[in-house]
């Protein structure tokens, strides 16, 4: 897989940075008090370009780059994987790949969209975009349309065992280790049961 472009890593650094201080500004004020000309002030851009990147205001706390993470990760997982191991794998290697800002990051923006109804409602609508689209590269290894409906069942349970595990990592305090052990704990129920 090639590596993006100058330009392309120029968007992503500039997207990065509105959701920095968006992040940021959220914890300051509160997400309601914020507004979007604040948000382009603290990150030096115009409102629309903010809309460039962002459609909504949600969507700063929502949108991030993991689904794009994990499908390459569950592409290029080894052959000899089992389908719950290549999730598995991708979903920590994916959260190992991010650096220590991005996991405290990943840690504010949960914590927002779960404690702001509207970007709760927000997520839940999001996640079965995010099903469709990691159950692709699934499908493709298993020699499936990308639209099988069995691997988008099998992922949309793994992404239902992800999220307790993300909500039990922000109720608990959010550290990186125990993140990694909860995934796994709650990847092995499905494997297992409870």
Known sequence: MSSPGLRERKKQKTRWAIQEHAVRLFVEQGYDATTVEQIAEAAEISPST????????????????????????????????????????????????????????????ARLQLGVPALRMRALDSLQDSIRYLAVPLAERLGRPGDDFRCQAFVGACV??????????VRDGGEVQQVLALIDDALSVIERGP
């Not at 598995?88 to 504010?108: K, M, N, T, W, Y």
């Not at 239902?160 to 990592?169: D, E, F, Y």
């Open 160 to 169: 239902g065992a992800m999220i307790n595990a993300m909500m039990a990592w």
């Open 50 to 109: 903010f809309f460039r990147y962002f459609k909504t205001k949600e969507d700063v706390v929502i949108q991030d780059r993991y689904d794009e993470l994990m499908a390459e990760r569950i592409r290029a997982a080894p052959p000899e994987l089992t389908p719950l191991e290549v999730v598995r794998h991708a979903f920590v290697e994916s959260f190992i790949a991010i650096g220590p800002d991005e996991v405290d990051q990943a840690l504010q923006r």
